[in-house]
């Protein structure tokens, strides 16, 4: 017997597409959970961070204060960097998409989007050098070439890698929410 109200994936798993009352689409949300991949690699960041901080209390006790300083500033880096592994993605609203990755953020209003679509193309697998046959959503801005804007979301990517359903869901949901507020 499954316990829907233990889990979140009541909300991402039902056939309603209709909004909850207390929805507020004002409010930036990512259409798609993140991917195994993401989380696991997150996750052992923060495994490391928790033996780094453990190595600044002992140093802080047996060495300088100023030693620990360190350390424990190299701890707050990598979970800095874990946290910003798991915000990374495509994250809409009804102001705009935006398209979170490591460095920066890059936010395109629903006025400048001409079209959200999937096509079939190389794709970079897990962000790395390699590519394979993939698919990618691309965004279509106004007065931007395609080929200058990264593509929002590909299904070999830390989110979707292994997970082809999941991907369909979440261009088909990315997309969805472009075609509503474009057309305003």
């Known amino acids: 017997m499954p316990l829907p109200f233990l889990t979140a994936d009541r ?13 507020d689409r ?20 923060l495994l490391l961070a928790s033996f780094v901080l453990f190595a600044a209390v002992v140093i802080a006790l047996t060495d300088s204060v100023a030693s620990a300083g360190l350390v424990f ?5 990598v979970i800095a960097c874990a946290l910003r592994l798991l915000c990374m993605g495509v ?26 679509r999937t096509v079939q193309q190389p794709v970079r ?17 106004h007065g931007r070439p395609a080929e200058a804007v990264p ?17 369909d869901r979440a261009a088909d949901a990315v997309e969805a929410w472009a075609e509503e507020y474009r057309r305003g």
């Open 11 to 23: 909300a991402f798993d039902s056939t309603d597409d209709a909004a909850l009352p207390y929805d």
């Open 26 to 45: 004002d409010r930036r949300r990512r259409p798609y959970r993140p991917g195994p991949w993401r989380v696991g690699v997150s996750a052992v960041l």
């Open 73 to 77: 500033a190299v701890a707050t880096v």
């Open 91 to 116: 994250w809409v609203s009804a102001y705009g998409l935006r398209l979170v990755s490591f460095f920066t953020t890059r936010t395109t209003p629903w006025e400048q989007v001409v079209a959200v």
């Open 125 to 141: 697998w897990l962000g790395l050098p390699r590519t394979v046959q993939g698919q990618a959503l691309l965004l279509t801005r």
């Open 151 to 167: 593509p929002l979301l590909t299904s070999h990517g830390a989110d979707f890698l292994g997970r082809p359903e999941a991907f």
